[in-house]
């Protein structure tokens, strides 16, 4: 409904100039009297003020050019702003302005800048893709757009479903990347392959490395060390490890801790040592460590329990590092790190262990106590590290699996 606006010293004046303007079809919805002062003191003069709504007819008219307007701009995107330009200084009326044509309807601006706007957006959002939430992870609906314009149909959708799962966007851009081709109509980037899982997997395959199944090497004793912050399950995973390394490949496998600190420690590991029939050590300094090597040279793989510091104390770290110098030059460190982290964070923690150990792969845990394990693909293709295992619950031995680029695709993809 259109209401304007009409004023006249008398009533019949104001209706008058309503009619002038809008024809006979008008209605008045009400007339308010207000006073204005004169020159003469205390002689005022009355002034009315009318409310007329346009009938239904010249409304509808109305309505009709509006929607003509608008179904120009849909299909012919190229000339909107000619449109524009026309209707509003020839078609259209303002407000409170003598007519250039009689009968000529009002034109109510906010309605039709609220349509073209709504024109607008549309139009904008198939050029631009619509913003997502920023995640937890901090990072801004800027960057992503900023990645999907390279992107179209449903490469967009699996960049965008990878970020849900904490996947860095520049990390999910160059997975995805690998399985697009260029779309020659909109000269964007798409997926080639029929699913989402081939296209994570080829990703995958390309641009992460996996060390495969630990294994003794020949004529050489094989030591890992497995490090990492303070509860993230490096001794359960390391007698998962040890149980596998003994059922399944028959190895004789020898354990050895430098956790004399934590209350508890050293009896949990040697009940697992029991049970598994192995050897078991503890140790506190470099050259206990040497000797008990030595001794240990009839094994085939010997493992090595460190105590859980955090990455920003460099003292206790730095304590783990003397110990394992007393350690064979070929010695693996596998750095332990739980799914649960955010990913700034854990990248913070690879690059302190980093500046003390020569990390050789990373060990996640506890990839089922989240619903966005991205830094699964985070920071391996961010460090460049290879994925070792991957502990999917408490049990020992059974909830461990060696990571390839079948079963990690399956993992980031909710599978
Ligand atoms: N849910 C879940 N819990 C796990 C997983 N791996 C280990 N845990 C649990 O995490 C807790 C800590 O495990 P530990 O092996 O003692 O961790 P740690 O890194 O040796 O701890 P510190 O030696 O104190 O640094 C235990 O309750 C484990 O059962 C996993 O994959 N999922
Ligand atoms: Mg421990």
């Not at 006073?35 to 003469?40: A, D, F, L, P, V």
């Not at 996996?210 to 003794?216: A, I, L, R, S, V």
């Not at 801790?257 to 934590?262: E, V």
Request: proline fraction near 5%.
């Amino acid at each position: 409904m259109v209401i304007n606006i009409y004023e006249g010293y008398t009533l019949e004046e104001a209706i008058q100039k309503a009619k002038e303007e809008l024809g006979e079809n008008i209605k008045v919805l009400h007339y308010e009297i207000t006073e204005q002062k004169t020159w003469i003191p205390f002689k005022k003069r009355k002034k009315y003020k009318v409310f007329i709504e346009q009938t239904e007819e010249e409304t509808e008219k109305f309505d009709t050019q509006l929607e003509e307007i608008y179904s120009h701009l849909e299909e012919e995107p190229q000339i909107q702003e000619e449109e524009i330009n026309t209707y509003s200084f020839t078609n259209l009326t303002p407000k409170n302005q003598t007519p250039q044509q009689p009968n000529t309807p009002e034109i109510d601006y906010q309605k039709l800048l609220e349509k073209i706007e709504t024109i607008i957006d549309k139009k904008l959002q198939n050029i631009t893709p619509p913003p997502l939430n920023p995640n937890q992870n901090g990072i801004c609906n800027e960057e992503i757009n900023e990645i999907l314009k390279e992107f179209t149909g449903e490469a967009i959708d699996l960049i965008k479903y990878l970020i849900e799962r904490e996947v860095d966007p520049q990390v999910a851009k160059e997975i995805v990347k690998v399985s697009c081709g260029l779309d020659l109509d909109s000269n964007k980037m798409d997926l080639t392959t029929p699913t989402f899982k081939e296209a994570v997997l080829k990703g995958i395959r390309e641009k992460i490395t996996f060390t495969g199944n630990f294994d003794k090497t020949e004529n050489q004793l094989k030591v890992i060390t497995f490090v990492g912050p303070t509860g993230v399950g490096k001794t359960t995973n390391l007698f998962k490890i040890a149980s596998e390394l003994i059922i399944n490949k028959d190895l004789k496998v020898g354990v050895i801790s430098t956790d004399t600190f934590k209350v508890g420690a050293v009896q949990q590991a040697r009940a697992y040592s029991s049970i598994l029939n192995i050897p078991f050590y503890t140790i506190t300094d470099s050259k206990n460590l040497k000797k008990t090597l030595l001794e240990l040279s009839n094994m085939d793989i010997i493992l090595i329990d460190t105590v859980g510091r955090s990455h920003y104390d460099y003292w206790r770290l730095g304590e783990i590092k003397e110990i394992l110098s007393g350690g064979t030059d070929w010695m693996e460190v596998v750095l332990v790190l739980s799914c649960n982290y955010k990913y700034k964070e854990a990248l913070e923690i690879v690059n302190r262990y980093k500046s003390f150990f020569y990390v050789s792969s990373l060990l996640f845990t506890k990839v089922d106590e989240t619903k966005t394990p991205g830094i699964l693909l985070n920071l391996p293709y961010k460090t460049k590290l290879p994925l070792s295992y991957l502990s999917t619950g408490q049990r020992v031995p059974e909830d461990i699996k060696i990571l390839n680029p079948e079963n990690l695709t399956e993992y980031i993809l909710g599978e």
